[in-house]
Nanobody
Framework: QVQLVESGGGLVQAGGSLRLSCVAS????????MHWYRQTPGHQRELVAT???????NYADSVKGRFTISRDNAQNTMYLQMSSLKPEDTAVYYC?????????????????WGQGTQVTVSS
């Protein structure tokens, strides 16, 4: 069993910064791609950023130049440094990861979601 746990959300004024963390724990052989998504009420979940295993990042146009994704593979942890925050960044942010686990003697790649952390940016 694998769990993803996000932390670091909160209330911040426009122009401020927050750093989100996502820790993967449990029966983990290795972690593949990791992603940050966000969702606002009534809208579909939106991909914000993706980290390759090597740590290189890809970003949604709406956050390029303001958000930085990173990871610590030794700690199975991913981060999202968010700067120059805007009210439109307000959302629940979710961690998502492709994780290799040994199940019944076989390695399996399973996608997991965290429970989400609220980010609120006030104007």
């Amino acid at each position: 069993q694998v769990q993803l746990v996000e932390s670091g959300g909160g209330l911040v004024q426009a122009g401020g910064s927050l750093r989100l963390s996502c820790v993967a724990s449990g029966s983990i052989n290795s972690v593949g791609l990791m992603h940050w998504y966000r969702q606002t009420p009534g809208h579909q979940r939106e991909l914000v950023a993706t980290s390759s295993v090597s740590g290189s990042g890809n970003y949604a146009d709406s956050v390029k130049g303001r958000f930085t994704i990173s990871r610590d593979n030794a700690q199975n942890t991913m981060y999202l440094q968010m700067s120059s925050l805007k009210p439109e960044d307000t959302a629940v942010y979710y961690c998502n990861a492709d994780i290799w686990s040994r199940v019944s003697g076989s390695l399996r790649l399973i996608n997991y979601w965290g429970q989400g952390t609220q980010v609120t940016v006030s104007s």
